[in-house]
């Protein structure tokens, strides 16, 4: 088999062949571009995928683990469940089954407005508005009223972590988006200084 370099002589030989200085450096040049463009910069990109694809994947594990140890609609974790009630499943079974919500909803958007009771014009009323504050966040009949002070502090706190979060990974995204927009002009200048000299 030829090697990388008989095969790019016999290709350019009868161009350079009296100029053995200018060839060489053609040759390297030629060689240096492809390395850059193919190795190191499709690298990148190819890296830049995969750490993407990476936080999509820890951001779909944390959904889950969300869904799975945490109350859709009272959001308390169901740690406080297994400690001061009957259980986190049995809460989310008997308790705040989040369908029950769904269906409610549903009956008062197919429901005549003027047949509704107190509570259905109010929870209407807040649905219009795009306003859940009706659900009974951290509030569960299940736990003991003394109880829920210590849950609203740890779920705050958790919040702010989750704020925080959200506040770092925005601020990887933007640095991943300047990096890309780097590599992209680097790629545009290569070609551009690439391509006076094979016209030449």
Known sequence: ????????????????????????????????????????????????????????????NRRDEDINSRCFICNIDRYEFDRWADGFRNHTARDHVEWNYVYFIYGLEQKDPTEYNGIESYVAKKNENEDCSWFPMLRALSIPEEKKENIEEIISGKLKNVVDEIKTTASKLDKMDKTITKLSNAMASAKSAVAPAKTK
């Open 1 to 60: 088999e030829m090697c990388i370099r008989d095969r790019y002589q016999r290709r350019v030989h009868g161009y350079y062949k009296d100029n053995a200085a200018r060839y060489y450096f053609r040759f390297f040049y030629d060689l240096s571009f492809y390395v850059l463009v193919n190795v190191i910069m499709i690298n990148c990109v190819l890296g830049i995928i995969i750490d993407t694809f990476g936080q999509l994947r820890d951001e779909k």
